[in-house]
Nanobody
Framework: QLKLVESGGGLVQPGGSLRLSCVASGRYLDYYAIGWFRQAPGKEREGVSCASVNDGHTVYADSVKGRFTVSRDNAKSTVYLQMNDLTPEDTGVYYC??????????????????????WGQGTQVTVSS
């Protein structure tokens, strides 16, 4: 069974950067698209970014385009989320998850949570001065 563990969160000032990591174990990471999601207090979980299995296809929410970059290193079973120019609106618990469909899945523009399972435990990101 695939298990995902996030790390790299923390407290950062506005305009700062963080790099989150999502490490997979139990199954080969390169079978799955990996989505990044976040949940702010009192709000629903929302899709932030997604990295498809093949051809480098990636998707970003409009709110993070140009600031966040997702990348995957299948050899290290790790997917990264580089977050630059952070704002207080980026505060929340960040989760990674694997798609539930397998090799045929290609990330969708709206990054729906229902397309994903095998969620990690989350890592807190706080952007504050």
């Amino acid at each position: 069974q695939l298990k995902l563990v996030e790390s790299g969160g923390g407290l950062v000032q506005p305009g700062g950067s963080l790099r989150l990591s999502c490490v997979a174990s139990g199954r080969y990471l390169d079978y799955y698209a990996i989505g990044w999601f976040r949940q702010a207090p009192g709000k629903e979980r929302e899709g932030v970014s997604c990295a498809s299995v093949n051809d480098g296809h990636t998707v970003y929410a409009d709110s993070v385009k140009g600031r966040f970059t997702v990348s995957r290193d299948n050899a290290k079973s790790t997917v990264y989320l580089q977050m630059n120019d952070l704002t207080p609106e980026d505060t929340g618990v960040y989760y990674c998850a694997a798609d539930r469909y397998g090799l045929a899945y290609r990330c969708r523009a709206d990054i729906p949570t229902g397309d994903f399972n095998s969620w990690g435990q989350g890592t807190q990101v706080t952007v504050s001065s």
